[in-house]
């Protein structure tokens, strides 16, 4: 079933306020778009406290230490993280706040991916500061927001099957995840041993874990599995 026809048979619920969002966290690694996007959302919204964050792992450390924020907006390519991977991991700390992507990629099948694995809306970072605070506010209030043009209905795989694949993911540990990425980049059990400074064996015990986790028998089919919901890479 697509995301249109999961909207459409879901029971409406009653349209929130924006006005519960007071505290914001930006995660962008671009000092220029952080510093402006922090600036207009402080005038527009007239917030006092917007958080940002240079990369997924400070983003996770600043949630632990300062708690949770009221909306995360989040750069699609992070030094630490690209593609679905910033989302899954976010949603696993942050399950209840709405999460923004934004980025200058607009390609069907990201967008689909990034809305699959729990994103609020879907932003384009060449929208105009009117159409970027409309859009944010939307999804305040509950609204999913994608780039206009994007059609869900064509995306090349099932959207609440990737709905539910993204949450098998979230189910893995930062260390596990790790692996995973290394995995996906062609590398043997004594590599990620070495890159990680863990033990072979440890490294074996967490693939199991992540084999399990994500209903995968082999290593291939693992990629596979995240390479469906666009979690390791952008284009």
């Known amino acids: 079933m697509t995301a249109a026809a999961m909207q459409a048979k879901a029971p409406q619920t009653p349209r929130q306020s924006a006005d519960h969002v007071r505290e914001i966290l930006i995660v962008d690694d ?23 964050a ?32 910033g989302i899954v991991t976010l949603r696993r700390q942050l399950p209840d706040v709405p999460i923004t992507m934004i980025s200058a990629d607009l390609d069907g099948a990201m967008i689909s991916a990034a809305m699959a694995a729990g994103a609020q809306g879907y932003i384009s970072k060449s929208l105009s500061r009117e159409a970027l605070v409309d859009s944010l506010r939307r999804m305040w209030e509950g609204e999913h927001v994608t780039p206009e043009g994007y059609a869900p209905d064509q995306a090349d795989a099932d959207d609440a099957a990737k709905a539910e ?39 074996k015990t967490h693939i199991t874990a992540i084999m399990s986790k994500i209903n995968a028998r082999r290593r291939t089919q693992a990629v596979l599995l995240a390479n469906t919901v666009r979690l390791f890479e952008a284009g």
């Open 165 to 203: 694949l993204a949450r098998r993911f979230a189910t893995l540990t930062p260390q596990q995840m790790k692996i995973l990425r290394l995995i996906c980049q062609g590398k043997a059990n004594k590599e990620i041993s070495y890159d990680l400074s863990i033990a072979e064996a440890t490294v």
């Open 30 to 52: 671009h000092p220029l778009m952080c510093d402006a996007l922090a600036l207009t959302l402080k005038i527009s919204f007239g917030l006092k406290n917007v958080r940002t």
């Open 54 to 85: 240079r990369s997924l792992g400070a983003a996770i450390e600043q949630i632990r230490a300062q708690g949770a924020p009221d909306a995360v907006i989040l750069d699609l390519n992070l030094p630490d993280a690209r593609g679905a991977e």
